[in-house]
């Protein structure tokens, strides 16, 4: 199983740490246009090796592609993170040409390549991989979803008093901080509906707090989040390597799917081998359905601002 992740910065490298550290891929090869970076994150992640106790052999290139070849699953990261009081969607000047550019020269190479997309504004990038590259909708997968749900579960935890481990939870819809939409009514603390444990004020509270995950992060760091990102990444590419068959929401084409149409959004899927392997479609509740339709209008708004 070989894994090409493109860009090398922080979410890219700490995506290709948590592969290697879980062990399950032969290779990682990260690629990033800064001369050098790919090569030097290579060396420094592959010395931790025989403390972490990983086989997997990870290589650096500045842009070369043709040492990409081959790859079963390519990692899109390249491109700007956002800056306290930005949207993600203030950045798709620069980062639809890097997105388009990156995933044709992927494509090239490794012509059988699954692609996960994380770069922002991620639904209008995975969008901008669909229409410019002839991939089969199971092979352009966006994660957001399962970086959303990891953080309302954080969030969950936190309201319940209890271990993450006890906790269940789904984010759905666009990866935006008003364009999430956290599934409340679903979350469970160890199959018990997490309503009977805290209010609906508190509950809430916690969706709003899951919302402005990313921009919290921001706002402290000053620059975007790294280790979740990193680590859903992950998990991600794990599920397809070791064909899992796991549900994560993941942006994905809707073809009539909850009513919408031609925009990638995040939904329920299972993922294995094939990439997306099938898009579950669960009962919503007209409040839910209404959120994931206005949801989809700002992911609409936001592709409408590609050149395509
Ligand atoms: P970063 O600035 O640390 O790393 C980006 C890297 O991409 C840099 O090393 C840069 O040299 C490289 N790059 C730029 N253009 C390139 C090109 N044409 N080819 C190859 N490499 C290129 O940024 P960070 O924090 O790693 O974020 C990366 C992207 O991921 C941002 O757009 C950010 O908004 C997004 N992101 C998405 C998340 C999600 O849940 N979908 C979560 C966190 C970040």
């Known amino acids: 199983m070989k894994v090409t992740v493109v860009g090398a910065g922080a979410v890219g490298a700490s995506c290709a740490e948590y592969i290697a550290i879980k062990d399950f891929a032969s290779e990682v090869v990260l ?5 050098g970076y790919a090569e030097g994150k290579a060396m420094d992640l592959m010395q931790t090796a025989s403390l972490n106790g990983f086989d ?33 969607e203030e950045l798709i000047g620069i980062n639809a040409g890097i997105v388009k550019t990156v995933s044709s ?10 692609i996960i997309v994380v770069s922002n504004p991620m639904d209008t990038m995975t969008y901008l991989v669909h229409k410019t590259t002839d991939l089969p909708k199971n092979r352009i997968i966006g994660m957001g979803g399962a970086l959303d749900s990891a953080r309302f579960k954080y969030r ?3 309201a319940l008093g209890a271990p993450i481990s006890d906790v269940d939870g789904m984010v759905i819809g666009g990866h935006s901080d008003k364009g999430m939409v956290p ?7 160890n199959s018990v509906p997490v309503s009977e444990f805290i209010s609906d004020e508190r509950l809430e509270q916690v969706a709003a707090d899951t919302k402005v995950g990313g921009a919290t992060l921001t706002g402290l760091l000053g620059t975007s989040a790294w280790y979740a990102p990193g680590a859903a990444v992950s998990g991600l590419v794990q599920a397809i390597a070791c064909d899992q068959k ?3 929401p993941c942006s994905t084409l809707l073809e009539g799917e909850y009513g919408l149409n031609d925009l990638c959004i995040g939904a329920p899927v299972v993922l294995g081998r094939n990439g ?4 579950v479609e669960i009962e919503l509740s007209d409040a839910e359905k209404a959120k994931l339709a206005e949801s989809a209008e700002g992911v609409k708004k936001t592709n409408g601002l590609l050149e395509l």
Do not use: C, Q, W
């Open 276 to 279: 997306i392997e099938k898009i």
């Open 156 to 158: 969950l935890a936190e």
């Open 56 to 88: 997997t052999k990870i290589t650096g290139t500045t842009n070369d592609y043709s040492k990409t070849a081959g790859s079963d699953i390519a990692v899109i990261t390249s491109g700007i993170p956002r800056k306290p009081g930005m949207t993600r």
């Open 246 to 248: 796991k549900i994560f």
């Open 105 to 114: 020269s992927l494509i090239e190479h490794s012509p059988n390549a699954i």
């Open 31 to 35: 690629l990033d246009i800064k001369e």
């Open 183 to 189: 599934l409340t009514r679903l979350a469970t603390r």
